[in-house]
């Protein structure tokens, strides 16, 4: 290229970019104008359709419940996790963070339409002063909670440490209801729910929650692990675990892997990327790893899950996870009364680079613009480990290893649905302060006092097709067909009434294990319940046999073998 062509070049070429500057300047100079304009017509309209409702309403309106409608209306345009909250609101915020919370220390629950202490939490107000599991509270300070919320009921216990609350309990075998004045104490949820050895060598933890405490509950659980006995390998629990504070899945996943390893990054339109790192020694390096997953297993979950995942550090069994990869930051509205929004700000993003956001909130949302550019909406991209194993950003984390636990048939399903257990349970264990067995295995007699229990209740069960011929016959009479059908509906009724001794025997393996654990948790608490729930826990089962067989857990994070589904 001669200079006079190399001079007609580079003038050519800035009068190209400078026009494309002019324009994409152009572009976002409409851009801007246009949201200002829209913004100047929302204003106007809500100013105007409030002073109008205040003008001329049929009734006398209160003006901060109608605006707070409002506020609320616009967050539902957002995404679920945008949140308006209030004082009640702050005392949730604090447990979710903190893991502490003023109160009295019982798991409550709805039982036979009635407000029911589930469990008392060790050590606390409740467990001193001698709530049981099955007992009814009637009143709270005197005043009726026939018809209140499980919220209110809990939102009332909860409160200042050091204030009193009374209750009135109705305790089944009393004729009569006693009250109890509790005084609030500084409630401590554990994150860690139970550790201990699933064979030998093979250790466990379940971690249900991320507060700033897990990840020292869980260091602490693991040497205490390590004191026990040498771990050969670990399987750390996450199923059912909604989440938490990013920073602790952080450092909980600095104790697998090393020092300065990125293990997630944030960025939002409006918020740059900030990158996270592990910042110390890891405390088990080399231990072979398996994470348990499920579709309750979100948020920090999932960072844990999908950062040891990218980095090939663990290998994942059980079902996909939540899908959560959205972040929120808490921004405060009025500090005096305790009112703040919980905003989301960004997203998530593992080290392979994939979001795990499941649901595309912004689909069809004439609020939210849309990046066609952005690849979180898309969930299409192939992304790959540290040991280039393809993995996919469909939503969620998809397990390395497939595994369902068993599914509860329709029997079972009623029992837990008409607290038929949960009664039983407590019955038993008000007239049997041991247990006869150490071991928990139900004895003869206890399966003989249970089936008494099913006939005193009066229990009955529908078998799939019960329902639908109930329907059809009613449609027959209404309609007047031929009266011939009739008998033969309810011929097909008898035969499946016949059949259901059959379905519970065929069913009774399932019914028993389920009345073990919910014996062994009134007698031991939760602890000793989930010891006992390990010991039939198929996803468990493949963890430790995956951990005794350390080459196929090798071929696994080299992506040397292919999914695995059982």
Not at 167 to 195: N, S
Not at 410 to 424: E, P, Q
């Amino acid at each position: 290229m001669n200079n006079k062509h190399a001079k007609l070049f580079w003038i050519l070429l800035l009068v190209f970019t400078v026009g494309i500057s002019a324009v994409q300047g152009q572009a976002e100079k409409k851009r801007q104008e246009d949201y200002y304009q829209q913004l100047k017509r929302g204003w106007d309209y809500m100013q105007k359709t409030y002073e109008l409702i205040n003008r001329y309403y049929v009734d006398e309106i209160r003006p901060y419940p109608l605006l707070k409608a409002g506020i609320e209306g616009m967050l539902d345009k957002l995404d679920p996790y945008t949140v308006f909250i209030e004082r009640e609101g702050e005392n949730r915020l604090r447990m979710i963070t903190l893991g502490k919370y003023g109160g009295v220390g019982m798991e409550v629950g709805l039982r036979n339409k009635k407000v029911t202490v589930i469990a008392p939490i060790e050590n606390s107000p409740a467990s001193r002063s001698g709530i049981q599991a099955g007992d009814i509270i009637l009143k709270i300070n005197g005043k009726d909670i026939k018809n209140w919320s499980l919220d209110k009921v809990s939102n009332t216990l909860r409160g200042k440490v050091g204030t009193k609350v009374t209750l009135l309990i109705q305790r089944p075998g009393l004729d009569r209801p006693f009250e109890v004045t509790l005084t609030r104490a500084e409630i401590v949820l554990k994150d860690v729910g139970y550790a201990g050895f699933l064979d030998k060598g093979i250790g466990y933890v379940s971690l249900k929650s991320f507060t700033e405490k897990a990840p020292d509950e869980l260091k602490m659980a693991l040497e205490k692990l390590q004191k026990e006995q040498p771990l050969k390998g670990l399987v750390l629990d996450l199923r059912g675990n909604p989440g938490g504070l990013l920073e602790s899945a952080v450092e909980i996943v600095n104790i697998f892997v090393p020092k300065n390893t990125l293990v997630v990054y944030t960025k939002g339109y409006r918020e740059k990327e900030y990158r996270f790192y592990t910042q110390d020694d890891p405390m088990l390096p080399d231990t072979p790893l398996i994470v348990l997953v499920d579709g309750g297993s979100a948020s920090a979950s999932e960072i844990v899950t999908g950062a040891l995942q990218d980095l090939d550090r663990a290998v994942i069994v059980g079902q996909p996870t939540f899908g959560k990869g959205l972040v929120q930051k808490i921004f405060n509205i009025d500090k005096i009364a305790d009112v703040k929004l919980k905003l989301t700000t960004a997203r998530y993003y593992i080290p392979s680079g994939r979001c795990i956001q499941k649901r595309d909130y912004a689909a069809h949302n004439a609020v939210i613009a849309v990046d066609s550019t952005d690849s979180t909406h898309l969930h299409t991209h192939r992304f790959f480990t540290k040991h280039h194993r393809l993995v996919h950003d469909r939503g969620g984390i998809e397990p390395d290893v497939l595994v369902k636990n068993d599914t509860l048939s329709a029997i079972t399903v009623d029992l837990i649905r008409k607290n038929i257990l949960f009664d039983f349970a407590v019955q038993y264990h008000r007239t049997h302060p041991q247990f006869p067995d150490s071991a928990f295995t139900l004895t003869t007699e206890i399966k003989a006092q249970f089936k008494r229990f099913l006939k005193q209740k009066d229990f009955h069960f529908q078998l799939e097709g019960e329902r639908e011929l109930a329907r059809l016959k009613k449609l027959v009479q209404k309609r007047g067909y031929d009266s011939g059908i009739l008998p033969l509906i309810d011929s097909l009724k008898a035969k499946l009434e016949a059949n259901k001794s059959i379905e519970f025997q065929r069913n009774e393996p399932q019914i028993f294990e389920l009345l073990r654990l919910e014996l062994a948790e009134k007698y031991g608490g939760s602890s000793l319940r989930n010891k006992l729930a390990l010991q039939s826990d198929r996803q468990a089962a493949k963890a430790v046999a995956l951990l005794h067989h350390p080459q196929e857990m090798e071929k696994i994070l080299a992506g040397a073998a292919p999914k695995q589904t059982k």
